[in-house]
């Protein structure tokens, strides 16, 4: 693999963006707009709340928060009395970003932003074909300014990233410095659909005929990338795959039946097991793009949710093996997604899903065929004895 693909998975970069992991992951079959219902009735119990909130507010002899953050705090607090860590409380900020996550596009200029680890400075690298690029951003150019505003030693990579991001047709203006010029210039750029990639790909420089697959997440466009990145390796030369989900914490349920279809022809994919034991099945269709090309699947122990759903699947149905480091996380619950009115959401979980065979992920997870071992000495020396592994299995499988 080349070293500018290996860079590419280690290196943490922002494409106009903070994208953190899931760090548990989470599985949603659709983003549910709206308002939550009222309450049908009041309980009589929160009067004891009142009573309770009364005292400290005659008492108390610190300085009270707003109410916003009482009524917050008081969701999270009735969530936690479920004893369920995906049913959750999201306040409008990370909702917000997490929608953007998962719809896979954002408004934004299209640059990959870093900071320097031996200047510190805000290095800009335009994305082909986008807003940024378009506008004479050059990749390299030091980020001194966003409109108006200094960047300093001070400012943080995502406080950067909410200046520039903003609505498509509206325009933010970059003071930056171009290498090897010492006078800043200011470039105009009308923020545009930025997609925010979820796969990464190449051929393997160890065999030209292995194509590598790196999926990040599971957002809306996950499918569609995974299905360019199949047909174009094929083109390349590619017989056999690698499809990585390590340290993929999921996303939406959708998209994994979609991954998971690119690679079967027919037959079920995910079973769904909802409040009264009454079951859903989601099947691949027939239109597969890689039905019986030789095929490992890569797992850790932040192989989460719906990229447990892929493994699984696969794995079921005898379609791939899974070669990993461990067990992978065992996130098997399905949680839908509630806008509420001011821009908060709650997750709640309203299910839990099985694979082709009927087992449940949930607290259990999936062992991998072969366990490859990782030592600190691999990571520190950047080794990947897990993709060696499955490379070498499809070199002796795939004749």
């Known amino acids: 693999m080349s070293n500018r693909l290996r860079n590419s998975l280690t290196v943490f970069m922002l494409v106009i963006l903070t994208v953190s992991a899931f760090a548990a992951g989470y599985l949603t079959r659709e983003l549910v707009n709206g308002r939550a219902s009222s309450l049908a009735h009041a309980d009589q119990n929160m009067s004891l709340y009142y009573e309770a909130w009364k ?3 005659e008492h108390f002899i610190g300085t009270l928060p707003d109410s916003q953050k009482v009524t917050y705090g008081a969701i999270r607090g009735s969530m936690a009395s479920l004893g369920d860590p995906y049913t959750i409380f999201i306040e409008p900020a990370a909702r917000e970003e997490e929608r953007e996550r998962l719809q896979g596009t954002f408004g934004g200029i299209g640059a990959y932003i870093s900071r320097s680890e031996e200047t510190s400075e805000v290095i800009l690298d335009p994305i ?6 378009a506008a004479g951003v050059l990749s390299g150019d030091v980020l001194l300014a966003v409109d108006g505003v200094l960047i300093t030693a001070e400012t943080s990579v995502p406080e950067i990233v909410d200046m520039v991001k903003g609505e498509k047709g509206s325009t933010v203006v970059l003071t930056v410095r171009h290498p090897g010029s010492t006078d800043p210039v200011e470039i105009h750029v009308v923020r545009g659909d930025i997609l925010l990639p979820s796969v990464t790909y190449a051929l393997t420089s ?6 590598y697959i790196r999926l ?26 690698i499809l990585d989900l390590r340290q ?8 994994a039946v979609d991954v998971a279809d690119h690679f079967l022809d027919g037959g079920p994919i995910l079973y769904i097991e909802g409040q009264n034991k009454q079951e859903r099945v989601f099947n691949a269709t027939s239109e597969t793009i890689a039905a019986t090309e030789p095929l490992v699947v890569l797992v850790d122990g932040g192989t989460a949710s719906a990229s447990e759903i892929v493994a699984g699947a696969l794995k079921d149905r005898g379609r791939a093996i899974l070669i990993g480091s461990g067990r992978t996380f065992g996130k098997g619950s399905v949680q839908m997604v509630f806008d509420l009115s001011d821009g908060s959401s709650v997750h709640v979980t309203s299910a839990r899903w099985l694979t082709p065979n009927h087992h449940q992920i949930d607290q259990s997870g999936l062992e991998p065929n072969i366990e490859v071992m990782v030592t600190q000495e691999d990571i520190d020396n950047g080794r990947d004895p897990v993709l060696d592994r499955a490379i070498i299995y499809l070199q002796e499988n795939s004749h």
Do not use: H, M
Not at 248 to 255: E, I, W
């Open 206 to 211: 160890q065999d030209p005929t292995i194509g």
């Open 248 to 255: 993929n914490g999921g996303g939406l349920r959708d998209a």
């Open 216 to 241: 990040s997440r599971f957002s809306g466009e996950s499918g569609k990338e995974v299905g360019t990145a199949i047909q174009n390796l094929q083109a390349q030369g590619a017989a056999s795959f």
């Open 128 to 133: 082909p074909g986008n807003p940024a690029e």
């Open 55 to 57: 005292l400290i507010d």
